[in-house]
């Protein structure tokens, strides 16, 4: 059994989100050694060779192609790998697709004995998420989904834009799904403290029903957005994947909207979807529980009955 080697990383899947995600870990100083892996072996060592050649600019690092038995003493498994979201797809149309895709790479990484963290970005997140925890076996703790960490960010970036206030100041989660039935917690929401509604009759603004309702379908259909414009979504995905790193790497214990397998809050069992969490060297600590009002409740046990659905569509069967 390899030992863990905390300052090493590994991504599995290179294409957009893989590559972007990549370039991101560099940047971030928090790794001395990231492994790429991808289907096609030529895709992993162009984007390891392209990010290498920026070393002398920036933090020493050795990033390199590889295959499945280099992940066996990573801190870190970052599975990218699936079929991208086209113009007009939701990310439950993916499903099928890329459930068969997980269903070849989650045995390998199990077969290694691997005893490091999962960390799936590749979409439907939620559906994914727990595939791959139904398919390693591995610890709760261990598996788990980016869910709605650049859902929040963005809810984050449009209430900043929208007070004229620095978006960190912004706190705020989206939960439940990572798409459609996606829910803006907005009863929870504060900016440094201050309530939001209280917050934005300070900056002028009464209309709060009509502006929560603007924000949150921007948030909602913003990757449609941007996949109409430039085909993919991938930095803001990528900078979502470095923020939860780092919180594992550093054991910063980060409250982030990741996704992880429910085990009874708000009744809601055997499904994961993203609430807010606790997130350190050992992955999910704890979920931290959220105020909500009813009408937020029941959007968020209606968005676990989709997936619940989807997942009920799919073979799971451990063999």
Known sequence: MAETNVRKAAIIGCGFVGAATAFALMESGLFSQLVLIDADRDRAEGEALDISHGMPLAKPMEIYAGD???????????????????????????VKKNAAIFKSIIPEIKKRGYEG?????ANPVDILTYTAAKLSGFPS?????SGTVLDSAR??????DHLGVDSRSVHAFVIGEHGDSEIAAWSSVN???VPLHRFCEMRGYYDHKNAM????????NSAYEIIKKKKATYYGIAMSVRRICEAIVL????????????????????????MPAIVGK???ETQVPISLNGEETAALLQSAATLKEVIASLDLEIE
């Open 68 to 94: 499945y038995d280099d992940i066996a003493d990573a801190a870190i498994v970052i599975v990218t790998a699936g079929a991208g979201q086209k113009p007009g797809e939701t990310r439950l149309d993916l």
């Open 117 to 121: 963290i999962l960390l799936i970005v």
């Open 141 to 145: 703790n261990r598996v788990f989904g």
């Open 155 to 160: 809810l984050k970036y449009k209430l900043g």
């Open 191 to 193: 900016v440094s403290g």
């Open 213 to 220: 309702e603007r924000i949150a379908d921007d948030v909602k």
């Open 251 to 274: 054991d910063q214990k980060s409250v982030l909207p990741v996704s992880t397998i429910q085990q009874g809050m708000f009744g809601i069992k055997d499904v994961a979807l993203s």
């Open 282 to 284: 050992y992955g999910v």
